[in-house]
């Protein structure tokens, strides 16, 4: 009985131990410091991560269907820099959808050597990665980008406006988790999407076309990330071209921290939001103890490493190997 308690214990701490560990690291942090849980601060930190949040939306459905994008934080830089560009060209009424065709465009070109060539997906988006660096320091000349008339643009609401005391970005993650949670969770193409990273050959035989749901993935995850870059380029109005640099390992660690498996099959829309968040609340409250910035980086190392240790000690239910 008390081995088999043992193994219960061991259980709980796989599947949840990540959760246990953040409401530990909140006490500490409200313990540390009386403004972490002010609402002001709550509110800031919410808002703060709503761009990390929204691109780890469209990287859960990649990492569902069993595949990677580690292409994310580049094509956000990328959209950024494109409608801030085209904003003074062409105006914010076409330069918006003009960087939405040009990033999904990406999008698809990743989904179709991914999903249709069958090519790896880490080797895939790893290349992307460094394609779509050089083609936002071609786009932009080696340039940082502004737009010349900041006060009199109504492009701003995106990134600065609030609405009934709601700063936007919030509004924009909160619609975007709420519309993608369900098309994950209650359609026939958040099914397949399932299927197709739990067993992909099974997903095969039964009827379900992988290559195309891979391909809709990519999709919806370059769409998630032009949608980021929109409120990146609101918020500040200027960007350099290596704003999104990185970004892809901070998005991937929300992900496997909101409980969806590297090996594809599992997670949800809602964990991933809650990742997003463990992230977020944990790198304000570093911030607030009086730890340097550049400390969070050692932090989110150690919390991915955490994170799909759990991960596969929920696989196994067991926190340690069997095998020594």
């Not at 590297?262 to 304000?284: E, P």
């Amino acid at each position: 009985m008390g081995a088999l308690s043992k193994f219960e214990i061991g259980g709980v701490l796989a599947r949840q131990g990540i959760l246990i560990a953040f409401v530990l690291f909140m006490i500490a942090f409200t313990i540390a410091n009386q403004r972490f849980l002010d609402p002001d601060n709550i509110l800031g930190v919410i808002r703060s991560s709503a761009i990390l949040g929204v691109m780890a939306l469209g990287v859960t459905f990649v990492v569902i269907s069993g595949n990677l994008d580690l292409s994310v934080g580049s094509m956000m830089s990328f959209s950024t820099i494109v409608v801030l560009d085209l904003h003074d060209k062409i105006g914010p009424a076409l330069a918006i959808p003009a960087m939405f065709i040009m990033t999904l465009a990406l999008g698809a070109l990743i989904g179709f050597l991914v999903g249709y060539l069958k090519l790896n997906s880490l080797i895939v988006t790893l290349g992307m990665l460094s394609a779509i660096h050089g083609l936002t320091l071609t786009y932009s000349g080696g340039k940082n980008m502004d737009i010349a008339d900041k006060a009199g643009t109504w492009f701003s609401v995106f990134g600065q406006g609030s609405i009934l005391g709601i700063p936007v970005p919030i509004l924009i993650f909160a619609l975007l988790a709420a519309v993608l949670g369900t098309m994950l969770a209650k359609t026939p193409f958040g099914r397949k999407v399932y299927a197709v990273g739990g067993n992909g050959v099974a997903a095969t035989f039964s009827g379900i076309r992988r290559a195309r749901v891979v391909f809709m993935c990519y999709l919806l995850s370059s769409f998630c990330v032009a949608t980021a870059g929109l409120i990146q380029a609101s918020r500040s109005l200027g960007s350099q071209n290596t704003v999104g640099q990185g970004l892809e390992l901070e998005v991937l660690a929300a992900v496997i921290l909101g409980g969806a498996s590297l090996m594809g099959g599992s997670g949800t829309i809602f964990k991933t939001v809650i990742g997003v968040l463990i992230l977020g609340f944990i790198q304000n409250g570093l911030l607030l103890v009086g730890l340097q910035f550049y400390a969070q980086y050692v932090v989110t190392w150690i919390i991915i490493i955490l994170a799909v240790w759990l991960d596969i000690a929920a696989k196994r239910g067991r926190l340690w190997s069997p095998i020594a």
